[in-house]
């Protein structure tokens, strides 16, 4: 605090004007930090940070911030004040919202509550942690960081650079920010453009790779029919850009093949395009219920005459369904009477060889009888 260099004179002639001060506290299990920003009437902004040499809890780190601020205000002069910190506990305690019943916090308010009478008047806003941006960093930086024994402060210098070291020693340099995960498709396509790496020796990246190029960072593959280049897509974005195509504003649910020439002309790309665009128009729901039904069986029917009811039973299971019933159903076991077309259905939460045999004793021989066959897949 010695080392504020300020016009104090000048100070003491800003009435009217308040004062803006910005506190916060951080710790960590080793370390603690106090970090202040204090702004000016006319403007300046001054960023400190103590780091809090002894053991804390972070509300005391809180306190600890707030006091250190109101004591560099009083030495500059300050009349009018504006305090805030993301500290709710803090605030309300000296709004006198929440009352001060830990003994721990109590010294530090009223060290706090002291300080305020070296003011006229002072006013305290609780802000959002994204806000008290400057504040938190500067606590943070001085948890942080470690000063010598028989040392009182420590220089850190913070400067900007604007190039890359590459682009400074006259060497080019490509600016690329890699976000592409590592289960990507795109992943090793990338890294062996910018670094070339194969992928671990593969001759099949290498391969690849030559149909691609990155421009302003974008993987973009190299068209075979024509000069034109694609953007990638990974998962998410081509999940978007199918639902677009098929049921957007000018989306008219097309089929697969469809989907997949207009997003190609629209200049998007990734490798199982074609196999997504047909099983994202088959799982439309809008399409199933609006869409033409196919009247004419896949193979030929093959009748089966049975002369008596419930002598000849066609059984199937359904399932796995997801999502769940309410009762965590999960399947169904279907049995239809060849003659009357009667069904008998139960639900279950797992199947297995002992519910179905449970099932044909239950619900069609005590109830129908003794039958003569049952025919199934499975």
Not at 46 to 61: E, G, R, S, V
Not at 90 to 99: D, E, S, T, W, Y
Not at 170 to 178: I, K, Q, S, T, W
Request: with cysteine; glycine share 6%; hydrophobic share 40%.
């Amino acid at each position: 605090m010695e080392n504020i260099e300020m016009d104090t004179a000048q100070v003491g002639q800003m009435y009217h004007e308040p004062w803006l001060l910005y506190f916060d506290g951080s710790t960590t299990s080793d370390s603690a930090g106090a970090g202040i920003v204090i702004e000016s009437p006319t403007g300046q902004k001054h960023q400190y940070a103590f780091k809090l040499d002894f053991n804390c809890t972070n509300n005391q780190a809180e306190y600890e911030a707030l006091i250190i601020g109101l004591e560099v205000l009083e030495e500059l002069g300050a009349i009018r004040v504006k305090v805030f910190g993301d500290s709710l506990l803090v605030i309300n305690q000296m709004l006198q919202v929440f009352r001060c019943s830990n003994l721990s916090l109590a010294t530090y308010y009223a060290a706090a509550q002291q300080l305020l009478s070296c003011f006229h008047d002072v006013e305290f806003h609780h802000l959002p942690r994204e806000l008290n941006r400057e504040a938190n960093e500067m606590a943070q930086i001085a948890s942080g960081v470690s000063i010598l024994a028989g040392q009182t402060n420590k220089i850190i210098t913070i400067e900007r650079k604007s190039l890359p070291s590459l682009a400074e020693r006259g060497m080019p340099a490509d600016v690329f920010e890699l976000d592409v995960p590592l289960g990507d498709w795109r992943f090793y396509i990338i890294q062996h453009l910018l670094m070339k790496i194969d992928g671990g020796g593969s001759r099949k990246i290498r391969m690849l790779s030559s149909k691609f190029t990155i421009k302003n960072g974008e993987l973009l593959r190299k068209s075979p029919d024509d000069d034109l280049l694609l953007r990638c897509l990974g998962s998410e974005d081509a999940q978007l850009v199918m639902a677009e195509v098929h049921e957007g504003i000018c989306g008219a649910h097309q089929a697969g093949i469809k989907m997949r020439w207009l997003i190609r002309r629209h200049g998007y790309y990734w490798p199982t395009i074609l196999k997504d665009c047909i099983e994202y128009a088959r799982g439309c729901a809008p399409c199933q219920l609006h869409g033409s039904i196919q009247r004419v069986p896949a193979f030929p029917m093959n009748p089966i005459v049975k002369p008596w009811p419930f002598r000849g039973w066609a059984m199937d299971i359904i399932g796995q369904i997801s999502p769940p019933s309410s009762k965590q159903h999960r399947w169904i076991l279907v049995a239809t009477d060849y003659f009357t077309k009667w069904v008998e259905a139960v639900p279950f939460t797992s199947i297995s060889s002992a519910e179905v045999i449970k099932f044909i004793e239950q619900n069609i021989i005590h109830r129908f009888g003794i039958l003569e066959t049952i025919r199934t897949y499975r």
